[in-house]
């Protein structure tokens, strides 16, 4: 199928420049495996997982079986005042799956869901507790925590604040971002060590400033992954969850990303030892092919309001999504999950995490314009010095070249990011790897 085939006048595209689009369109019509089949015939190598969606890579077909099952048995049903069958066994998966006493599971559709429905519950929680003046939220620079107004706020991606910023929730701060490009622009499976507490402006500033007792949630991504996966320093969470048990607030993981064996565990809190109190999830939990994300809340948020003189009709937490827990995402859900620990495919992308950190530090490390290098999981990014006065542009025509190539890496600002299935073999991270390298020379 050529793209003049179908009309491309009404598709507004997300997080896309769609004027360009429209000249040069990059359009899928299959997928199986690793590998993409475009509009005009060519095969990509999925290098991103398709937004980090896809641990178990391309038409599965136990997952596609469960869906075609549960739509003959059970289609759709409301969320609301009943449930059904797959809701409570997927929610028993995953509390299972997560660490500590994350018990409870909250479901929406989506990573910007998700972030929303995490604040709302801090802000519910305290309330329950008679501390309804923790309202004050805290995030992070560079922080992305989806696109619903809630998630923006605590976010901190510029254009996202440039943008839309009027409308943010007003009681928001945000701690300063991880990286150290000068002395950490390097790092392969390890975790950067700091000499200096990059904490102490969060417990000697932030925090005094607002009043801890105010401080409802601290919300992070374990890893910075949207921004270009920068990796928190060496003991960066475990001191941020003294400091959050210390004055009573809540941390939450934004493991949308991380989440479901990206670093080679169940969750980014297992890598790092570290047990939130809530957890948000989406992407790789149906490997991407059904819409599905949620919040794991510790047992003690949920007891909280369960705790309520309220007569038992009365709704406790006055929030919900119609597709809460649909019945077909729930089960594409269960096949998913079922299929990683049957080829134990967190293991395999620890394991493949190296294989890929080797290639990525071997082939980018000295190329022209080359300013760091990142890997840890099975992810990598390379940073690259951007054109003068047009931030971004470089890594974006390399992006299209790669593709044209058929290798699909991710731009992100004047980084590039290679995220690959979990099944991935070495030769598909040496076409990956090898592609992208010839187009950073190609356009230095």
């Not at 805290?138 to 923006?152: A, D």
């Not at 976010?155 to 943010?168: D, H, L, M, S, T």
Request: glycine share 10%; net charge neutral; with cysteine.
């Amino acid at each position: 199928m050529a793209y003049n085939d179908f009309s491309m006048d009404h598709h507004w595209l997300p997080f896309t420049p769609n004027r360009h689009f429209r000249k040069e369109p990059r359009v899928f019509v299959g997928a199986d495996g690793m590998h993409f089949t475009t509009h005009d015939g060519r095969k990509v190598v999925d290098g991103v997982s398709s937004l980090w969606c896809v641990g178990a890579g391309h038409n599965r077909k136990p997952i596609n079986e469960a869906i075609k099952k549960q739509l003959d048995t059970l289609d759709y049903a409301t969320a609301f005042q009943a449930s059904n069958d797959k809701a409570f066994q997927a929610a028993d998966m995953i509390a299972a799956m997560a660490p500590g006493d994350l018990n409870k599971v909250l479901f929406c559709n989506s990573g910007s869901e998700a972030a929303d429905t995490s604040l709302k519950v801090a802000l519910a929680y305290h309330r329950a507790r008679g501390e309804g003046h923790r309202n004050v939220f805290i995030g992070r620079e560079k922080g992305y925590h989806g696109v619903g107004f809630g998630g923006m706020s605590v976010g901190g991606i510029p254009a996202n604040r440039k943008v839309y910023g009027n409308a943010f929730l007003p009681r928001v701060d945000h701690m300063r971002f991880i990286h150290d490009p000068v002395n950490h622009a390097y790092i392969h499976n390890e975790q950067p060590l700091w000499q200096e507490d990059i904490l102490a402006e969060l417990e000697n500033r932030i925090l005094p400033l607002h009043d801890p007792s105010n401080v409802a949630a601290i919300i992070v991504e374990p890893v910075a992954g949207s921004a270009g996966w920068y990796l928190p320093p060496k003991g960066y969470l475990q001191r941020l969850r003294e400091i959050c048990d210390k004055h009573g607030i809540l941390l939450i993981f934004d493991e949308v990303i991380t989440g479901f064996g990206r670093m080679g565990t169940n969750f980014a809190a297992d890598f790092y030892g570290v047990v939130p109190d809530m957890l948000n999830f989406a992407k790789c939990v149906t490997n991407g092919v059904i819409p599905l994300g949620g919040v794991i809340c510790r047992d003690k948020l949920y007891d909280a309001m369960m705790k309520t003189e309220a007569p038992e009709h009365v709704v406790e937490f006055f929030h919900g999504y119609t597709y809460s827990g649909h019945p077909v995402a729930c089960a594409a859900a269960i096949a998913t999950l079922d299929l990683y620990k049957q080829e134990n495919l967190f293991q395999r992308a620890g394991e493949m995490g190296k294989v890929l950190g080797d290639a990525c530090h071997g082939a980018f490390k000295g190329l022209p314009n080359v300013i760091g290098i990142r890997s840890l999981g099975l992810a990598a990014a390379v940073e690259l010095a951007p054109l003068a006065g047009a931030p971004g542009k470089r890594a974006y025509q390399i992006f299209l070249d790669c593709f044209h190539k058929g290798a699909l890496v991710r731009p992100a600002g004047d980084v590039l990011v290679i995220a690959p299935p979990y099944i991935v073999e070495k030769q598909h991270i040496d076409t990956l790897v090898n592609t992208l390298a010839d187009s950073i020379r190609q356009h230095a």
